[in-house]
Each structure stands twice: as C-alpha cells, then as structure tokens.
C-alpha cells in the first residue's frame, strides 16, 4: 500500500526496482515476459516498459530497465503520471486494460488517454466494466473498503478467465 494518495519519487522508484530486480533474478531467456499491474502497479510496469513518469511535485521517474515485454495487462491504470509530452514515446507493448465505469480514482478516460497516445507504438484494447470501481481488480480488498459490485466472485472469476486468454494468447 502506498503511505499517501500521492507517490513520492522515492515510493515509484523503490517499487520500479524491486520489480525490476524480481524480473530479472526469475528471468528465462526462453520465456516471454508478460506484466500484470492493478493501479500504481501499472504504472510501474508502463516506466519499467520504457515510460517517464512524472510524480505531482515534477520529479520524473525513468527506470532504464532493458526488460522486453510481451504484453501488458493492466487493472485501472492512474496515466496522470504520463501526461508530459513524450513520456510514453519508449513504450511498444501490446496492452489489454480493465476500467470500471465506476472508478472514481483512474476514471476511463485515463486508459483512454493511454490508447490514444499508444495505439500507433503497439495494439492497445481497453475493457470498460460497469459495474467495476477501482478496487473491483482486486482479490483481496484493502483495509475499510468496500466494493459495489454486484457479483463480485462471478466478476473475477470472468476476469481470471479474460486475463488468462490474453497471457497466452
């Protein structure tokens, strides 16, 4: 969990290295390298993919890691971090991403900013839920929240299903 609503370049780079560090320690030269990130885990996949984010003080967070992905699949993605001209420009990924219509933290329209500024650099496919909210992405929901989906199990059971086609695809 994130110590405020607002990352500090130190937080978005202690969470690009670690993953990076994982990444590369597991690594298998002969096995495709596919991203899987719910919010701010995606935004460290999409600067470990090649991105520049920018936190809201204006520190710019730019991995350097030489990690190829495959795919990127990505649960709610916050792309306020990626506003800065350019900073997507390294970015060639296929990507699925999953939105709720419901989100009120990374509304849609940020993974539509991510199709718009991507689609010429990789295919990008958005997947609008809209019974989904921020939270709905995940397994276990953090402390004193509340999701307001429907069918919650039925959901992600669909949606293990949807992201396990796309892995392997």
């Not at 609503?5 to 969470?15: A, I, Y």
């Not at 997507?88 to 718009?116: C, H, N, Y």
């Not at 990008?124 to 909210?133: F, K, P, S, V």
């Not at 999701?147 to 199990?153: A, G, K, Q, T, V």
């Amino acid at each position: 969990m994130l110590i405020s609503l607002v990352p500090s370049k130190v937080e978005l780079d202690k969470r690009v290295r670690r993953l990076e560090v994982s990444a590369v320690e597991f690594f298998k030269a002969d096995l495709s390298i596919v991203g899987i990130g719910h919010s701010i885990g995606g935004v460290t996949l999409l600067a470990l993919a090649g991105g520049e984010a920018q936190t809201l003080a204006g520190d710019t967070v730019i991995s350097g890691s030489k990690l190829k992905f495959d795919r990127l699949a990505l649960f709610a993605p916050p792309t306020d971090f990626f506003r800065r001209a350019s900073a997507l420009k390294s970015v060639r990924v296929s990507m699925r991403i999953w939105v709720g219509a419901k989100d009120s933290i990374t509304p849609p329209a940020q993974a539509q900013f991510l199709k718009e500024v991507l689609s010429l650099q990789g295919p990008i496919d958005i997947c609008l839920d809209e019974e989904a909210g921020h939270f709905s992405y995940m397994d276990e929901l953090p402390t004193n929240i509340t999701d307001s989906h429907p069918n919650r199990s039925k959901f992600l059971a669909s949606l293990a299903n949807d992201v396990g086609r796309f892995v392997i695809a």
